[in-house]
T-cell receptor, first 117, second 110 residues
Framework: GAVVSQHPSRVICKSGTSVKIECRSL??????MFWYRQFPKQSLMLMAT?????????EQGVEKDKFLINHASLTLSTLTVTSAHPEDSSFYIC?????????????FGPGTRLTVL | KQEVTQIPAALSVPEGENLVLNCSFT??????LQWFRQDPGKGLTSLLL?????REQTSGRLNASLDKSSGRSTLYIAASQPGDSATYLC?????????FGAGTQVVVTP
């Protein structure tokens, strides 16, 4: 199946710093990528839809100036958590839709654990 | 807005028993429904994808059914093994977005 990678897998940062998380589709092209966050013992919540070459679409309640998304190519989307605070500590997961035969299936990355001190 | 519910929230069974995990969704206008497995602290592993036009999908010991009219999907895992212990999530693809259920935490005891 299609592979999606995320980098880094784990990051610890000080409050007030910015953190960038990369999501890459390794063996397919994706016009659309999705960013989710997951708090402990909870399910995944969609944060935003990232479209290649255009602005991301954010879900209600997600601050677009706080969570900057860039989808510069068909294989890379980045999420930058700006001025991170402890409440931003979470598990961030991206997914990508395959343009090919598996178009309607989403493939998920392994996730990034963010801890803000 | 699509809402997805999973029952039960947790399930513990002895090895060898069959598992039945339930997923319900409020909006039947789904594109597909997907089942995932998540191990503690890890990402998602896709198990089965059921297209809206399909009634079920099978892979090995796993079988998932879909009834759009009643807004339900069921994941069956035959002859459970301790390695099946994980959290199982279902997600409904509606209007290009995935809505996840809260998951069912499964423990299979040896």
């Amino acid at each position: 199946g299609a592979v999606v990678s995320q980098h880094p897998s784990r990051v610890i940062c000080k409050s007030g710093t910015s953190v960038k998380i990369e999501c890459r589709s390794l063996d397919f092209q994706a016009t659309t990528m999705f960013w989710y966050r997951q708090f402990p013992k909870q399910s995944l919540m969609l944060m935003a839809t990232s479209n290649e070459g255009s602005k991301a679409t954010y879900e209600q309640g997600v601050e677009k100036d706080k969570f900057l998304i860039n989808h510069a190519s068909l294989t890379l989307s980045t999420l930058t958590v700006t001025s991170a605070h402890p409440e931003d500590s979470s598990f961030y997961i991206c997914s990508a839709r395959d343009l090919g035969p598996s178009y309607n299936e989403q493939f998920f990355g392994p996730g990034t654990r963010l801890t803000v001190l | 807005k699509q809402e997805v519910t999973q029952i039960p929230a947790a399930l513990s069974v002895p090895e060898g028993e069959n598992l039945v995990l339930n997923c319900s969704f409020t909006d039947s206008a789904i594109y597909n429904l997907q089942w995932f497995r998540q191990d503690p602290g890890k990402g998602l592993t896709s198990l089965l994808l059921i297209q809206s036009s399909q009634r079920e999908q099978t892979s090995g010991r796993l079988n998932a059914s879909l009834d759009k009219s009643s807004g339900r999907s069921t994941l069956y895992i035959a002859a459970s093994q301790p390695g099946d212990s994980a959290t199982y999530l279902c997600a409904a693809d509606s209007w290009g977005k995935f809505q996840f259920g809260a998951g069912t935490q499964v423990v299979v005891t040896p």
